[in-house]
């Protein structure tokens, strides 16, 4: 059984930091790439961070350039989503998805708000 388990959201100021992480299991075959998502109410789900297993790169999108960090644990399937300096414009919920030749797997995602 696939399972993709996020965490780490929760409620900070502007200016504050969070560690999302996103722990894969049951997969079968390789996995090519490690994302993150988030949708905020009213938007589409967007693309913030990407890890891709080959070459161990990293994408950001501008959004998420210079403040997230996105890192991965290979030997837990696990995936990092460190985010700094955070805006209320970063407020949405947060999902990774495990993305190999076959198929894409998505967790059920975890809330991340930021207010004052």
């Known amino acids: 059984q696939v399972r993709v388990v996020e965490s780490g959201g929760g409620s900070v100021q502007p200016g504050g930091s969070l560690r999302l992480s996103c722990a894969a299991s049951g997969i079968i075959g390789s996995i090519d790439n490690m994302d993150w998502y988030r949708q905020a109410p009213g938007l589409e789900r967007e693309l913030v961070a990407r890890f891709t297993t080959i070459g161990n790169s990293a994408y950001y999108a501008n959004s998420g350039k210079g403040r997230f960090t996105i890192s991965r644990d290979s030997s837990k399937n696990t995936v990092y989503l460190q985010m700094n300096s955070l805006k209320p414009e970063d407020t949405a919920v947060y999902y990774c998805?495990?993305?190999?030749?076959?198929?894409?797997?998505w967790g059920q995602g975890t809330q991340v708000t930021v207010s004052s």
């Open positions: 998805k495990v993305q190999t030749r076959i198929a894409g797997y």
